[in-house]
């Protein structure tokens, strides 16, 4: 079964600092890759996507993610981080397994806390 | 803009109780999910439905059924609601992939649940 892994449940950056988020996936095929971001109270907002070709792409609010097949990994980067990007992130991979309509599988999250 | 709504924020309902929670989105898109979310599990998908009346099982179907006779509408049901049912559902909507290729979910705001 495809799973998805983010091993960091929290992350602590600096105001104006970089940041790596990672995620990594077990999946039987070519993956599709996603990053969304979950501001509090607020459901899920898409930050990018990979579904073929260049393996760096670029997303809204200034993030990027690189696919790398080799170490079945996407993990999510932004070169300077801002106080709005405070929030909880989620990396996933499609299609479902188990079937039927074109579901995701999410990975438990990671929490970025900015510091000031 | 693709719009995903959710007919309640916030919903209290006592053990026992039969809960319904709606889903409505306007972009025409076949497939609709639901999933809930709790703290340190991500997101666990419940149901999904790729058509009008077409339904299957996620991961966590137990306790739980849906309903969708129009297509922009998925109703998600509490038959008797136990307070481990206590949780954030969220809905999503998708195109129908074509081919292999899978396309993003976009989610609604999310319903609190609280079961007492």
């Known amino acids: 079964a495809q799973s998805v892994t983010q091993p960091d449940i929290h992350i602590t950056v600096s105001e104006g600092a970089s940041l790596e988020l990672r995620c990594n996936y077990s999946?039987?095929?070519?993956?599709?890759l996603f990053w969304y971001v979950q501001s509090p109270g607020q459901g899920l907002q898409l930050l990018l996507k990979?579904?073929?070709?260049?393996?760096l792409v670029q997303g809204i609010k200034g993030f990027e993610a690189e696919f790398k097949r080799s170490q079945s990994s996407f993990n999510l980067r932004k070169p300077s981080v801002h106080w709005s990007d405070a929030a909880e992130y989620f990396c996933a991979v499609g299609p479902y397994s188990g079937g039927g309509a074109d579901g995701l599988t999410f990975g438990k999250g990671t929490h970025l806390i900015i510091q000031p | 803009d693709v719009k995903v709504t959710q007919s309640s924020r916030y919903l209290v309902k006592r053990t026992g109780e039969k809960v319904f929670l709606e889903c409505v989105q306007d972009?025409?898109?076949?497939?609709m999910f639901w999933y809930r979310q709790d703290p340190g599990l991500g997101l666990r998908l419940i149901y999904f439905s790729y058509d009008v009346k077409m339904k299957e099982k996620g991961d966590i179907p137990e306790g739980y059924s849906v309903s969708r006779e129009k297509k922009e509408r998925f109703s998600l049901i509490l038959e008797s609601a136990s307070t481990n049912q206590t949780s954030m559902y969220l809905c999503?909507?998708?195109?129908?992939?074509?081919?292999?290729?899978?396309?993003?979910?976009?989610f609604g705001p999310g319903t609190r649940l609280t079961v007492t």
């Open positions: 972009m025409d898109h076949e497939n």
């Open positions: 999946y039987g095929a070519t993956p599709y």
């Open positions: 999503a909507s998708s195109l129908r992939a074509m081919g292999t290729l899978s396309y993003e979910q976009y």
């Open positions: 990979y579904f073929s070709g260049d393996t």
